[in-house]
């Protein structure tokens, strides 16, 4: 069984795996928001496959449904579900943070090899490869207060490693904050997988 819940805003649904943190995806309907989730499996399992776990999808099972927000309807998933707040071990901490650390290294490799230029959405938009990177970095800067960890802006990639590194220990340690450490470890690694993936197809030429 592949426990999922649904985030419900006010015109889309984000389908969330409870126990593979970031594997997360939005439609307009909860049917299409799930099989938009197990159509990102393949994706999904390069990132587990690079934190050296078995991914196995298994059949989605809705859980638990949450109200959403005008956030879950601009493309972010805002709700954190009452299965976050449940018990875990230091076991399922460290799985989690390994799966965030995956997506941190593929995201940076993505990067490394990706041309300046992206190609554009069908009405013009979206950020090239470098302000891209910087919306990533900012946003994560962001995350870390939902958790007490606080950094200026960025002045070297080493500061951005700084701060990681302490999330990191923060997770482990079971998560300190407004947001549950479960929650925290999806909601961080869904905003680097996300771009991840639209980094991925923006850099092909069609």
Partial sequence: ??????????????????????????????ELAIDRLTGYAPRYRVI????????????????????????????????????????????????DVALLRAAWVLFDECAAVTPEELRKGPRGGGRDRSKMVAHVTEAERSYARQLGVRYPPFKSEADREAMREELAAVLLAGGSGAWSGRYAARRIAWHVIDHLWEMEDRRSPS
């Fill in 1 to 30: 069984m592949h426990r999922i819940y649904l985030e419900l805003g006010p015109k889309k649904i984000f389908a969330c795996s409870l126990d593979w943190p970031g594997w997360c995806r939005v439609d307009k309907s909860e």
């Fill in 48 to 95: 587990a496959e690079r934190a050296g776990l078995d991914f196995e999808s298994g059949e989605p099972t809705v859980v638990e449904r949450v109200k959403g927000s005008s956030t879950t309807d601009f493309g972010a998933p805002d709700a954190e579900p009452a299965a976050d707040s449940e018990p875990f071990d230091a076991a399922t901490a460290a799985r």
